[in-house]
């Protein structure tokens, strides 16, 4: 079974940066798109962004202009760089295949804080 780990949060200062990493047991991300979301304490899990199979990337409106997801060539591995952050992107952060037989990974937590 393909599995996914990301890493790469941890604490940060306001206005500071982080990059996650995403990294599949296998190279799936040249079959599927690939997104990241987010999980704050109390709050529902939203999409972050996006990137398709053929490379076309979308963003929350609340993370545009600020974040950018890529991957590597190789499709084994993901990634979301994350700029400008602000206390409000405090969250546990997923990574996920766009397949239902793929399941996310444990997610890596993310705190913005001064």
């Known amino acids: 079974q393909v599995q996914l780990v990301e890493s790469g949060g941890g604490f940060v200062q306001p206005g500071g940066s982080l990059r996650l990493s995403c990294v599949a047991s296998?190279?799936?991300?040249?079959?599927?798109?690939m997104d990241w979301y987010r999980q704050a304490p109390g709050k529902e899990r939203e999409l972050v962004a996006a990137?398709?199979?053929?490379?076309?990337?979308s963003y929350a409106d609340s993370v545009k202009g600020r974040f950018t997801i890529s991957r590597d060539n190789a499709g084994n591995t993901g990634y979301l760089q994350m700029n400008s952050l602000k206390p409000e992107d405090t969250a546990v952060y997923y990574c996920?295949?766009?397949?239902?037989?793929?399941?996310w990974g444990q997610g890596t937590q993310v705190t913005v804080s001064s």
């Open positions: 296998r190279s799936i991300f040249r079959m599927y798109g």
């Open positions: 996920a295949a766009d397949s239902v037989f793929i399941p």
């Open positions: 990137i398709t199979r053929s490379g076309s990337t």
